[in-house]
Every structure is written in C-alpha cells, then in structure tokens.
T-cell receptor, first 112, second 116 residues
Framework: DQQVKQNSPSLSVQEGRISILNCDYT??????FLWYKKYPAEGPTFLIS?????DKNEDGRFTVFLNKSAKHLSLHIVPSQPGDSAVYFC???????????FGKGTMLLVSP | DTAVSQTPKYLVTQMGNDKSIKCEQN?????MYWYKQDSKKFLKIMFS???????INETVPNRFSPKSPDKAHLNLHINSLELGDSAVYFC???????????????FGPGTRLTVL
C-alpha cells in the first residue's frame, strides 16, 4: 500500500516556465514532508522540506505548498532551468516514525 | 568533501556469492540507513541504525546483515546472493535525534548491484 503517491511519472516543461510536481499521501500521521532531487547514477539530494504547521515554504526558485486537508503537497520550480531535469522524489515522515516513506518519483525534463 | 560515501559504486557478482557494501558519513550524524531502489524505482527502507544500534529492520531476508562498527559507518553484508537482489542500494544518514531537522536524510551515491 503506497502511503506516498506521485501519480505523474514524468513532466516536460520549457525553460523559463513553471514546473509543478505533485504528491499525495494517505497517512494522517505524517507531519514532515521533503522533496529530493536525483540525477542518474547519483544519490537523492535534499531540496526543500515543509512541516505540517506551515502551508508554504520557499527557497529561491523552489516553493513547496502543503494542503493538509487534501493530504496533498506540490513543488513549484520557477523559472525552470535545463539543469533542473532530474527525478524528483516526495518523502514523508511523522512523529514516531524513524525514517522516510518515499513516492515513486517524477522525472522532470526541462527543454531549452 | 564527500558527506556520505559508498563503496563500491558498481558490483557485479554471481548467484550464491557473499558480498559487502561499505558506507561512511562524515557529517557527525548518529543515525544511518540502508535503502533499496528496485526495478520499479521505489526507494524502500531496509535498515536504520542509531548510534550503532539497530532501530528499524523492515521485512528483509536475514541474508542481509548490516554492521555498524562505529556511528560513522554502516556496512551491508549480503549472503547467498539471489537474482532478485539486483538493485541500487543507497546509504543515508540524518541528524541526531533532538537537534532539529532530524528527518532530513543525506544520501550516498548508491551502489548498483547486479547478480548474474
């Protein structure tokens, strides 16, 4: 049973436009959410996180939005750059959980 | 400076062999993890160690045995390798509990294991 779902396996965006990556979760005990970026043949790299006490967190071109009632979060990248092309994993954690539960990832391709 | 390192990066071996993957972190973290990314691309937790003690052991066959000689190292030993063990294995570490940001994990580059 997937507790963290990324329903879009891939997303293509033009350079300069906004990329929106979505993530849904089912476990109401999750209270901390993270986005990781992964290039081929490398490990996932932490990108940005959000606690359930917030509904938005921004870091440069990256913004994560959390809608607790819908159990949905999204990562916005604006403006998108070709170097952003990678697989993006959504992950969740919660009180009493010692580790992260990952989604399956969404491959983002930003074309020039 | 490499934060979380793994060796080897690639490992090709025959069924039935025993192999080890090493992981080291220089971040001063107390907690280390092993994840498996299978052919379906899911990243799944296998083990978690906190300060050299096992705290999570998911339903992993006992052919897999993690060993933590000190809190900066968490090695993964696999006995009697099977075809289904072929995957990418990632090591990760996170901050000591109680120091804030404990849930952010930092990953190594991965070890691609191929069992023939």
């Amino acid at each position: 049973d997937q507790q963290v779902k990324q329903n879009s396996p891939s997303l293509s965006v033009q350079e300069g436009r906004i990329s929106i990556l979505n993530c849904d979760y089912t476990n109401s005990m999750f209270d901390y959410f993270l986005w990781y970026k992964k290039y081929p043949a490398e490990g996932p790299t932490f990108l940005i996180s959000i606690s359930s006490i917030k509904d938005k967190n921004e870091d440069g071109r990256f913004t994560v939005f959390l809608n607790k009632s819908a159990k949905h979060l999204s990562l916005h990248i604006v403006p998108s750059q070709p170097g952003d092309s990678a697989v993006y994993f959504c992950a969740a954690s919660g009180t009493g959980y010692s580790t992260l539960t990952f989604g399956k990832g969404t491959m983002l391709l930003v074309s020039p | 400076d490499t934060a979380v390192s793994q060796t080897p990066k690639y490992l090709v071996t025959q069924m039935g062999n025993d192999k080890s993957i090493k992981c080291e972190q220089n971040l001063g973290h107390d907690t280390m993890y092993w994840y498996k990314q299978d052919s379906k691309k899911f990243l799944k937790i296998m083990f978690s160690y906190n300060n050299k003690e096992l705290i999570i052991n998911e339903t992993v066959p006992n052919r897999f045995s993690p060993k933590s000689p000190d809190k900066a190292h968490l090695n993964l030993h696999i006995n009697s390798l099977e075809l289904g063990d072929s995957a990418v294995y990632f090591c990760a570490s996170s901050q000591p509990i109680g120091t804030g940001d404990t849930d952010t994990q930092y990953f190594g580059p991965g070890t691609r294991l191929t069992v023939l």
